[in-house]
């Protein structure tokens, strides 16, 4: 066997190792020093959490509402002045 092919041979037993080495990491999944998420699902889950707050918002204004106890007339302008702040 020449210098070569020894080189050649040892070249292919170690990328053989890191393939496994990879595959394996990726397989028990991030570790120490890693991300535990990827970016998109930390952006989403801001988003999500914006849209709750929001919701909350809005079972507030809702709750204000129903809990009222004056007239219509009072009701209908409530409704049109939120509808105008969104």
């Known amino acids: 066997m020449s210098f070569g092919t020894v080189i050649v041979v040892l070249a292919v037993i ?11 990491n990726s397989q028990l999944g991030p570790g120490p020093g890693e991300r535990a998420q990827p970016l998109a699902s930390a952006e989403r889950e801001a988003e999500l959490r914006r849209e709750v707050e929001e919701l909350r918002e809005r079972v ?5 509402i ?6 219509a007339r009072r009701l209908s302008s409530e409704i049109e002045r939120l509808r105008d702040e969104s």
């Open 60 to 64: 507030q204004v809702l709750e204000r």
């Open 66 to 71: 129903a809990t009222d106890g004056h007239e």
């Open 14 to 24: 170690f990328a053989c190792v890191a393939l496994i080495r990879s595959r394996q």
